[in-house]
C-alpha cells in the first residue's frame, strides 16, 4: 500500500501550483513535452480510449497561429509562452480501440453511436487535459489552461485536415513568473459541494 | 522554479497507478475524503466555476444504492469497495460565479447560455474528476473510475432534489488489491497522438 506523498510534493501539485499569466524566459524542451505525455498518457479513460490529440505550439509561427484564434486577453499571453498546446479530442477515438483495448471488441460499442461518442471524447479528453496539467506540474512546469478561444477557428487552424478532431481546451506552459498571477480565487469547504452519504 | 518529483511520486501518480477492480480490507475515512476534497479543490477550472458535486457512498446502503444503478460487470466491484463517489456536475454552477470569481461578473457570462453551461460542466467537472483521482493516489488510496452505469438511474437516486446536477462519472476508492488487475492496456508512444510545430 501506498504512503501520501510528502507536502512538498502536495504543495507542487495542487496547493502552491497555480494558473499562470506569464513565465520566465526559460525554455520549455521537446525532452519536457515528451515527458509530459510518457506520464499523462498512464491515466485512466474510459476503456483506455485515450482520445486526446496533442498539437504542442513550440515555434513562435505556431504560437502566433493560436494566439490568433484566442480571445483578446488571452493572445499575449500566448505568443510570451515557452510553449503552448492545443488539446483536441478524436470524435472517432473508437478506430484505435482494437489496439489500445486488445481484450474485447469494445470498437462495436461506438460503431453506432456518433453522440456517445462525442460525449466520451469530451469526458476523456478533459481528463487527460487534467492530466497534463498535473503532469507538467510534477515535471517542474507550470500551465496556463484556457477557455477563452474560438473553437471553430482553432479547428480549422490545427485540425483542418482531421474534421473528427475538434478543440477541447488550450494551454501555455513554462517556468510560471509568480509576478503575473492574482490572489487565489476562493477554494469552497467540504461540506459546500460534497456530500457523505 | 520547482524541480521534477521523484522517480517514487511519478510512480504513485502515473506509472504504477492502476484502476482497481477490488481493494484490501482495510477502511476508507471521513477524513482521507475530506483530504481529497482540500487537494482536488486546488485545481483549476475555468473561471474557477468548480462544477463539481461530489457525493461519496461511504455505507454499505449508499454503495448498493449506487449498484443498482451501475452495470452488470461493475455492481460487485461497489458494493464490495471500501468507498465510492458519485462525481456529479452542476449545469447551474454560474450561481456560485459572485462568490467562486469575484473579481468579475462571471455569471453574466453564462446566464443566457444553457449550452455553454452544460459544456462548461461537463468539460470542467471531468478536470476535477482527475484531480479527483490523482488527489486519492496521491494521498495512498486507490481508485477504480466507471462509466458504466445508468446515468438517468443515478441522476434520480443521488440528485433527484437538483434536476440541475447530473451525474458525470463514478469511481470506486481503497487501498487497491493487485490481485483484482489484469494487464495494462496499452500507452502509445509520443508520435502516435502528439505532434510539435
Given at each position: 500500500m501506498n504512503q501520501p506523498l510528502d507536502d512538498a510534493a502536495l504543495d507542487q501539485l495542487f496547493r502552491e501550483a497555480r494558473t499562470y499569466n506569464g513565465y520566465h524566459d526559460k525554455p520549455v524542451t521537446v525532452e519536457q513535452l515528451h515527458a509530459i505525455w510518457d506520464l499523462m498518457k498512464m491515466g485512466p479513460t474510459s476503456a483506455n480510449m485515450l482520445p486526446a490529440r496533442m498539437v504542442w505550439c513550440h515555434s513562435q509561427e505556431a504560437k502566433q497561429r493560436l494566439a490568433d484564434c484566442a480571445g483578446e486577453g488571452n493572445k499575449d499571453k500566448i505568443v510570451k509562452a515557452p510553449a503552448a498546446v492545443v488539446i483536441g479530442m478524436d470524435q472517432n477515438f473508437h478506430e484505435y480501440l482494437p489496439e489500445l483495448f486488445p481484450h474485447t471488441d469494445a470498437k462495436s460499442w461506438f460503431d453506432e453511436d456518433p453522440e456517445g461518442r462525442v460525449e466520451g471524447a469530451m469526458r476523456n479528453s478533459s481528463l487527460q487535459g487534467a492530466y497534463f496539467i498535473l503532469a507538467a506540474r510534477a515535471i517542474g512546469l507550470d500551465t496556463g489552461p484556457m477557455s477563452g478561444f474560438d473553437n471553430t477557428a482553432a479547428d480549422n487552424a490545427f485540425f483542418g485536415d482531421q474534421p473528427n478532431v475538434k478543440s477541447n481546451f488550450i494551454s501555455t506552459l513554462g517556468y510560471?513568473?509568480?509576478?503575473t498571477i492574482f490572489d487565489r480565487s476562493p477554494r469552497p469547504d467540504f461540506d459546500k459541494f460534497n456530500t457523505i452519504i
Open positions: 510560471g513568473d509568480p509576478s
